[in-house]
C-alpha cells in the first residue's frame, strides 16, 4: 500500500520560517510526481490550491505564481522524503498542507488537484499577524 505522511506544520508569526516533509512509502515505482497542495479554512477538497510539484523521474519542479519567491521544493529520494521550504510566512498561508502523487504522469508536475491519485492527511500551518 502506498503511503504519504506529512509533518513539519505548526503555529507560527508572520514573516517567520516552515520546512515541510513528506515521506513516501510502499510503492513499486519511482517515477512519478509528488506535489504539495494547501486547503484554507472554509474549502473544501477539491479547492485545494497546488503550490509546488517535484517530479521523481526527471527532477523538473514547478511553483504557483501565488508563492514563488517564498516556497521551495527539494526531496531527499534516499529517503524517500519530499520538502517544502516555506519562508517569509503570511497569514494568508494558513492551511491544512497535503504531499499528493501523481502515479500516471503525463505533463510533468501539474498543479492541477484533478491530477493526483493519493494524498496524504495533511499537515496544518497557522500564521498569526
Known amino acids: 500500500e502506498f503511503q504519504l505522511v506529512e509533518s513539519g506544520g505548526g503555529l507560527v508569526q508572520a514573516g517567520g520560517s516552515l520546512r515541510l516533509s513528506c515521506v513516501a512509502s510502499g510503492f513499486t515505482f519511482d517515477d512519478y510526481d509528488l506535489a504539495w497542495f494547501r486547503q484554507a479554512p472554509g474549502k473544501e477538497r477539491e479547492e485545494r490550491e497546488g503550490?509546488?510539484?517535484?517530479?521523481?523521474?526527471?527532477?523538473?519542479?514547478n511553483v504557483a505564481d501565488s508563492v514563488k519567491g517564498r516556497f521551495t521544493i527539494s526531496s531527499d529520494n534516499a529517503k524517500n522524503t519530499l520538502y517544502l521550504q516555506i519562508d517569509n510566512l503570511k497569514p494568508e498561508d494558513t492551511a491544512v498542507y497535503y504531499c499528493?502523487?501523481?502515479?500516471?504522469?503525463?505533463?510533468?508536475?501539474?498543479?492541477?488537484?484533478?491530477?493526483?491519485?493519493?494524498w496524504g492527511q495533511g499537515t496544518q500551518v497557522t500564521v498569526s499577524s
Open positions: 503550490v509546488s510539484c517535484l517530479s521523481r523521474s526527471n527532477g523538473m519542479t
Open positions: 499528493a502523487a501523481d502515479f500516471f504522469p503525463g505533463e510533468s508536475c501539474s498543479l492541477s488537484y484533478y491530477a493526483y491519485d493519493y
